[in-house]
């Protein structure tokens, strides 16, 4: 059986079936040693599993967020381990057995390693199962800033941090048409007046150079 981790999967599908669920034997699965607080991403964590017997190898299984069941190991009661691909090492796992005590190290925690760890373990063909063992990541919550959003002025730097909004710009446009409206006839008004009056000064200085003459 510890050769063949495929069927191991299938026995672990019997946690699904309550029909086949021994009560004759109680097992544990837990934070071991300093592993007793929430799991950090990064950082070493140690579980074990306390079995009622020495003799029987177990299985220790993870059932991540969305309910699917991961099988992990297989610890043989010589200590001898079987990984997922029949493999007997782990690049992400290191497995062992001490008497009763079944040890599972997630060598460095990641996201994906998040879920409820349990063992497994079967028994003159009836599966016995611990409770299952959380493990999640602490969940970081980031408080809403109060303080006032930074304000700008508008012309301090070279780009005006304070665009014109199309109302304005068209208020401009308008505001322009009108002072060409206006200022231009004035001005024209006062080009015609002060022609008038160089007109004026020169008949007028030609009518007083007549009656001088005629005085004369």
Known sequence: MAGSPAPLLLLALGLCCPGIHGGKYEMTARFRGS?????????????????????????????????????????????????????KTSTRFEARKESRFYRLVVKSFMPWDEGNYFCLMNSNQVLYFSLGQPAFLPVTTTAASTSPAPTTQCGI???????KTPDQELEKELSFFCDIFIWVPLAGACLLLLMALAVTIVLCQKTKRRRCRCKR
Not at 64 to 72: E, N, R, S, Y
Not at 157 to 163: G, I, L, M, Q, V
């Open 35 to 87: 592993s007793t607080t929430l799991p950090q991403v990064g950082q070493r964590l140690e579980l074990e599993c306390v079995t009622p017997k020495e003799d029987s190898g177990i299985f220790w299984m993870r059932q991540d967020k969305g309910g699917t069941l991961h099988f992990i190991v297989f610890i043989s009661s010589l200590s001898r381990t079987t990984f997922k691909g029949n493999e």
């Open 157 to 163: 730097t070279e780009k005006d941090p304070c665009p």
